[in-house]
């Protein structure tokens, strides 16, 4: 496995509880400096195509955390560790891949490490940036308010297999209202999809009714999915790094 893609990042761990209370380790990788984000891989894993992107957003001036939830880092995507990692991710009970109305239990640990992140580098707050399986992850993240900059790219789960759950934000009614609450005191949501992708359903129409003008939405031509790694565009690339200096640098 082509590892040494991560061979320039610090590796560590960060333990805390889920929002069941039960204790999380997991890996983080860290590189360079300025203000703090946090990019969270999507599925299968740290794919060559995300430790990239990731090295763009050092370069772009942050101090960037990878959190490694699943998958082997460095792993390209394939035929058979995508099927293999989505199976282990529908039983494990840090993640919520089909119930509706619900906040992945990881977004308490995820909330944890960036409230770290923060106080370590201080500032407005930090980043946030959820891709795919993870996309949403950003916006259970911004319950807590060291999050100052949420994206979501391509916002996957709860699994789009019903109109129901393709319109859900994976989010509990309570954190519901607490995004609502920031997102109306100033805090925007950037997010990113293809406008085909079935995989997103109509969430980010959800998002424009519930957060109106706090967020951002960017929709792409196609049926592709990736927007920032295997099916990326330079734009979305650019109104990421844009929106992360805008709400971090100043």
Same mark, same amino acid.
């Given at each position: 496995?082509?590892?040494?893609?991560?061979?320039?990042?610090?590796?560590?761990?960060?333990?805390?509880?889920?929002?069941?209370?039960?204790?999380?380790?997991?890996?983080?990788?860290?590189?360079?400096?300025?203000?703090?984000? !946090?990019?969270?891989?999507? +599925? =299968?894993?740290?794919?060559?195509?995300?430790?990239?992107?990731? /090295?763009? @957003?050092?370069? $772009?001036?942050?101090?960037?955390?990878?959190?490694?939830?699943?998958?082997?880092?460095?792993?390209? !995507?394939?035929?058979?560790? +995508? =099927?293999?990692?989505?199976?282990?991710?529908?039983?494990?009970? /840090?993640? @919520?891949?089909? $119930?509706?109305?619900?906040?992945?239990?990881?977004?308490?640990?995820?909330?944890?490490?960036?409230?770290?992140?923060?106080?370590? +580098?201080?500032?407005?707050?930090?980043?946030?940036?959820?891709?795919?399986?993870?996309?949403?992850? $950003?916006?259970?993240?911004?319950?807590?308010?060291?999050?100052?900059?949420?994206?979501?790219?391509?916002?996957?789960?709860?699994?789009?297999?019903?109109?129901?759950?393709?319109?859900?934000?994976?989010?509990?009614?309570?954190?519901?209202?607490?995004?609502?609450?920031?997102?109306?005191?100033?805090?925007?949501?950037?997010?990113?999809?293809?406008?085909?992708?079935?995989?997103?359903?109509?969430?980010?129409?959800?998002?424009?009714?519930?957060?109106?003008?706090?967020?951002?939405?960017?929709?792409?031509?196609?049926?592709?999915?990736?927007?920032?790694?295997?099916?990326?565009?330079?734009?979305?690339?650019?109104?990421?790094?844009?929106?992360?200096?805008?709400?971090?640098?100043?």
């Amino acid at each position: 496995m082509p590892t040494e893609l991560l061979d320039s990042w610090t590796k560590a761990e960060h333990t805390a509880d889920d929002l069941e209370g039960q204790p999380l380790t997991f890996p983080t990788y860290r590189k360079g400096s300025g203000p703090g984000v !946090i990019v969270i891989h999507e +599925v =299968p894993g740290m794919t060559p195509q995300f430790i990239a992107f990731a /090295e763009e @957003v050092v370069a $772009a001036g942050f101090t960037v955390v990878l959190p490694h939830l699943f998958g082997t880092p460095g792993a390209p !995507i394939g035929a058979v560790n +995508v =099927p293999t990692v989505i199976s282990k991710l529908c039983v494990s009970r /840090e993640f @919520v891949t089909l $119930a509706t109305r619900q906040t992945s239990p990881v977004s308490g640990w995820l909330r944890s490490l960036a409230r770290e992140l923060h106080s370590d +580098v201080g500032g407005p707050g930090v980043g946030a940036i959820g891709m795919c399986f993870t996309g949403g992850f $950003a916006l259970g993240m911004m319950v807590d308010d060291a999050i100052a900059a949420p994206v979501l790219c391509q916002p996957s789960v709860p699994f789009a297999v019903t109109p129901g759950r393709g319109r859900d934000l994976g989010l509990s009614p309570a954190d519901l209202d607490v995004v609502k609450r920031r997102a109306a005191g100033g805090c925007q949501v950037l997010g990113l999809q293809y406008k085909g992708d079935p995989m997103t359903g109509s969430r980010f129409d959800t998002l424009d009714r519930e957060l109106g003008e706090a967020f951002i939405r960017v929709d792409f031509p196609g049926y592709k999915h990736s927007t920032v790694t295997l099916h990326r565009q330079q734009e979305g690339v650019d109104r990421v790094l844009a929106f992360l200096r805008e709400k971090l640098a100043g």
